[in-house]
Structure formats: structure tokens, C-alpha cells
């Protein structure tokens, strides 16, 4: 399995994310934003970070980026793409995925641990965890307030389109476990095809024991399963 | 750039807090955009007012989360070049 981590001026989870796809056997290759082509990669991994220092909005700056138009084809050919954090704001922004983020409704960045449910294990990159899962898994983003117009969110929620839900340690959405303001919680979103996904929390800072948790791996070998799956 | 009516706006809301706090008790919401200046070459206003619009429809605004108004503004005196500059 070929995957392509993007690296744009301002990502700073570029590694982690090569790492997690090393982890779970794949040839993970950097390709910088300004390089052109991706053919001959099975997947396209987002990092998160601070493209372009944010400026403008989260992701907007780092979308108009040569390799993006890429990444677009790619995601419309229906092979997976990944945006992590930064990452699932510049999907949105590239319109590959609904909505927006916008500031945290606190208006403070957040970095902690916090609990996610898994809400579909039917997807590229879901399908090695359990229905319902609880994960906990790091989150640092200070733009993460899921937002978008009442029949895009009404969509998202009667076709299935939220993946990842921020919950309490016990599995219930509530208010207080939702660290941003996002709406009904959601924390990750897949598009109508299914093969792109957008998270804010961060699986890839969650793949070992030592760093906390190991609840991210998931993603990582779903990923590898579903692709796997695809080759044989 | 103005956010959306129905967007949470995070920052007009601890304005609006504020502002009721100190005693300004007539305000009743307050929205937080951002004005983006541009200093462009064009051939007249119309062209200047159309190439700004298509600039925010591309990358200055988020149709998404916000909304975007053009207008024209007067360069200050000593300025060179420009006919008009749209924010």
C-alpha cells in the first residue's frame, strides 16, 4: 500500500502521520505541495498542523496549493483520502467534504484527550473497530466548531455521513463532552461516496502505549484492510 | 466578510457579553467579521467592484460560513495608480 502524506508550509503532523502508516506496513512518502501527480498512490493522508498560519481561515490558503487539484481528482476517482485536524479543514475548504470549521466556541485553542464513538464500522476507515466504540484520542485545534447550513447537517445525519461523535467517557453526546461547539458533536465526517474522510481529533498521536493510547490504530488498519481488500 | 446569520459566531457572542456587562444594555447581538483592503489596477470601477467579487467567491470568503459585500473606497491623496481601491 502506497500512501502519499501532503506537506504543506505550516504542517507539523506530517511525521506522526508517516509513522502511523508505516506502522501498519505501508510505503508512506512525503509529497511536498507544490509537487504535481499522484498516480501510483492507494491512499492520500492530510496531516494536521497550521498551513500558512491559518491565515484567512483555516485551510484556505494551503487549498489553492498546485498539488490540491491532485487530491481532488484523486478523491473523485473514489480512492481514500484522509484530513486530520488542518487536514479536514482544507477538505472542506476544497468542497470535498461539507461545511466549515470555525472557531471553537470557547474561543480558546484546546489540546487535550477526549472520548470519541465510533458511529459507522462500515467504511474504509472504520471497519476494524466495534460498533459504538469509545476512543479516546488527543485533539488540538482551536478552529474545530463543525458548522454548516441546516440541510447540509440534516443530510449528514439522515444518510449515515457522521463517523466520529464527541461523547463522555460513558458514550453519551452530551454538551459538556463537546470540546468546540460542534454541532451534535461531530467530530469526523465522510463524504457521499465514502471514500474521503475528515476527523479534527488526532488517531495518528494515538498509536502507542507509551504516548497514552493506542486507540487511533484503527483508522490506520481499516485503512490497510480496505485496501488490501482492493488489491487482492 | 460577515459570518452567516445562523453560524455561531464565537466571538461576537463574548463581545455582545461584554458590551452588556459594561452597560450597553441596547445592544442586542453583535456579529464579528473582518474588512480586507485591496489596492488593484483596473480600468474602472465596475471592473474593479467584479474582479473583487470573484476574488472573495474563490478564496477572500467562505459561502459557507459567510457572507461578502464590495465596495469602493477612496485611496488617500499622494497615493499613486489606482482608480479605486474595493474592499
Keep these: 500500500m502506497k500512501v502519499a502524506v501532503i506537506t504543506f508550509p505550516g504542517s507539523n503532523c506530517d511525521y506522526d502521520l508517516y509513522k502511523a502508516a508505516q506502522q501498519v506496513g505501508a510505503d508512506a512518502t512525503f509529497v511536498w505541495h507544490r509537487e504535481r501527480g499522484l498516480d501510483g498512490y492507494d491512499a492520500v493522508l492530510l496531516p494536521g498542523g497550521f498551513s500558512y498560519g491559518d491565515y484567512l481561515r483555516a485551510g484556505a490558503i494551503a487549498r489553492m496549493s498546485p498539488v490540491m487539484e491532485d487530491v481532488i481528482e484523486f478523491a473523485h476517482r473514489g480512492a481514500p483520502v484522509v484530513g486530520i485536524c488542518n487536514g479536514f479543514q482544507i477538505l472542506?475548504?476544497?468542497?470535498?467534504?461539507?461545511?466549515?470549521?470555525?472557531?471553537?466556541?470557547?474561543?480558546?485553542?484546546?489540546?487535550?484527550d477526549v472520548h470519541l464513538r465510533v458511529?459507522?464500522?462500515?467504511?474504509?476507515?472504520?471497519?476494524?473497530?466495534?460498533?459504538?466504540q469509545i476512543l479516546r484520542v488527543p485533539i488540538a485545534h482551536g478552529e474545530g466548531n463543525y458548522e454548516a447550513?441546516?440541510?447540509?447537517?440534516?443530510?449528514?445525519?439522515?444518510?449515515?455521513?457522521?463517523?466520529?461523535r464527541y461523547v463522555d467517557a460513558a458514550g453519551e453526546a452530551t454538551d459538556a463532552a463537546n470540546p468546540n461547539g460542534s454541532w451534535h458533536n461531530i467530530a469526523g465526517i465522510i463524504n457521499d461516496e465514502g471514500n474521503v474522510l475528515g476527523m479534527m481529533p488526532h488517531p495518528e498521536r494515538a498509536m502507542e502505549e507509551l504516548l497514552g493510547s493506542t486507540d487511533g490504530i484503527g483508522i490506520f488498519t481499516?485503512?490497510?484492510?480496505?485496501?488490501?481488500?482492493?488489491?487482492s | 466578510m460577515t459570518p452567516r446569520p445562523g453560524i455561531l459566531d464565537p466571538q461576537g457572542k463574548?463581545?455582545?457579553h461584554s458590551l452588556n456587562s459594561l452597560g450597553w444594555d441596547s445592544v442586542e447581538d453583535v456579529r464579528v467579521g473582518k474588512a480586507i483592503y485591496l489596492d488593484l489596477a483596473a480600468e474602472d470601477e465596475g471592473?474593479?467592484?467584479?474582479a473583487a467579487e470573484a476574488m472573495c467567491r474563490k478564496l477572500l470568503a467562505n459561502p459557507v460560513t459567510e457572507t461578502f459585500e464590495v465596495s469602493l473606497v477612496d485611496v488617500p491623496a499622494g497615493d499613486d495608480g489606482a482608480d479605486g481601491a474595493a474592499t
Excluded: M, W
Aim: with cysteine; proline share 3%.
Design chain 1, 92 to 112: 472542506c475548504e476544497a468542497g470535498l467534504l461539507p461545511g466549515a470549521l470555525v472557531r471553537n466556541a470557547s474561543l480558546l485553542f484546546s489540546g487535550k
Design chain 1, 119 to 132: 458511529e459507522r464500522v462500515d467504511t474504509h476507515f472504520t471497519s476494524q473497530y466495534e460498533p459504538g
Design chain 1, 149 to 164: 447550513d441546516e440541510s447540509t447537517l440534516e443530510r449528514l445525519e439522515g444518510e449515515g455521513h457522521v463517523v466520529f
Design chain 1, 222 to 231: 481499516s485503512l490497510a484492510a480496505s485496501l488490501s481488500a482492493v488489491a
Design chain 2, 14 to 16: 463574548a463581545i455582545h
Design chain 2, 47 to 50: 471592473s474593479a467592484v467584479e
